[in-house]
């Protein structure tokens, strides 16, 4: 692999889950933040290959690729300015706030002929690859229903979560994970019926309220997927649960079962802040970021994910929020215009 120069944006709990990985790729690094933050993160990598850029311009005009790592609100923007300057782009989930934003993001990579990967991690982590594997060695059978739960603390250590105009709430910001994987295993998505219990727009003391939701998606295959999202009170304890089931067997996990599993925090964090990670394998986002930069080698294998796989994690999530804003369930169409359009087989609403 070619040296990676990596243009590092954000300097939060993501930005420092994908840093070390990067490091073990043999990247260079360079961070950008508007806040500072950038500064403190390079200090504590002092002796490796990280430093901190003094703006956009120049780190867009150095580096390799961006890795965008930060408030979904930014996501359009600084992946637009990226893909405008021909450079790869990892973006973080969800890749942006709606299905057009994502498509326009998709679209400007494929005209300029840079890649676009959004950060799905899950997919990467032992439990759920192995699920998928055992779905496509078809050891299920066909699929009939699929549970997924995830859960844990409420973010309050940034603002923004509390307000879902910009991290689109329960839905958009946690339970997209699980939209992304119930789509990988069970295929596309034709209706989706959801509703939101709690405060989901919270400020003051009401920030430690609790948010949940649940999601049902009819699949095309004629499966159908629960899922569940809670924001919790602050010692509420991190746990992801699936259940597929198919006709010829049934496959469960639950991540505090798994003595490999644990949540860890990097630098000095809030005290319910913490990033999922598991000691079974490597780190799923080295895994995740490898995969990013084998495929921009000549021959390069494709990654798991796609800028569509992206986009379609965004459209049945941004479906689930109009559904438990109306009560009403939201059908998802074929669009042949916009296929031709994009050159990619892709549903709308």
């Not at 504590?44 to 311009?57: I, K, M, N």
Request: with cysteine; hydrophobic share 45%.
């Amino acid at each position: 692999m070619r040296p990676l120069h990596i243009g590092l944006i954000g300097a939060g709990g993501i930005a420092r889950a994908h840093l070390p990985g990067w490091l073990e790729l043999g990247a260079r690094v360079s961070v950008y933040t508007v806040d500072g933050s950038a500064e403190k993160l390079a200090a504590e990598y002092a002796g490796r290959e990280v430093t901190a850029a003094a703006d956009l311009g120049h780190l867009l005009s150095e580096c390799t690729a961006v890795d965008i790592c930060t408030p979904t609100p930014t996501h359009k923007e600084l992946a637009l300015a990226a893909v405008a300057a021909g450079r790869h782009v990892i973006c973080e989930k969800p890749l942006a706030l709606s299905a057009v934003d994502a498509e326009e993001i998709a679209a400007a990579a494929e005209a300029a002929g840079v890649r676009l990967h959004p950060a799905h991690v899950v997919r990467y982590f032992p439990a759920y690859a192995a699920m998928r594997q055992a779905v496509e060695r078809g050891e299920l059978g066909d699929l009939a229903v699929l549970r997924f739960t995830r859960g844990g603390a409420r973010p309050q250590w940034a603002p923004w979560f509390a307000d879902p105009a910009k991290s689109g709430g329960v839905i958009m910001d946690l339970m997209v994970h699980d939209i992304d994987i119930a789509r990988w295993v069970a295929g596309d998505v034709v209706r989706v019926h959801a509703q939101t219990r709690g405060v989901e727009h919270a400020t003051g003391g009401a920030r430690a309220e609790v948010v949940s939701a649940t999601a049902v998606l009819t699949h095309a295959s004629g499966a159908i997927s629960h899922i569940t999202g809670l924001w919790g009170l602050p010692d509420q304890q991190f746990r992801t649960t699936f259940r597929v089931a198919g006709g010829d067997g049934l496959l469960r996990h639950d991540s505090t079962s798994v003595p490999g599993y644990r949540i860890t925090a990097q630098g000095v964090r809030a005290a319910n802040e913490g990033i999922p990670s598991s000691r079974m394998t490597e780190s799923p986002y080295l895994s995740e970021l490898r995969e990013f930069a084998a495929s921009w080698e000549e021959g390069g294998a494709e990654p798991r994910v796609s800028a569509r796989d992206g986009i379609e994690a965004v459209r049945v999530a941004e479906a689930a929020v109009e559904s438990s804003r109306t009560g009403r369930a939201v059908e998802i169409a074929a669009s042949r215009a916009h296929a031709v359009r994009t050159g990619i087989q892709e549903v709308t609403r």
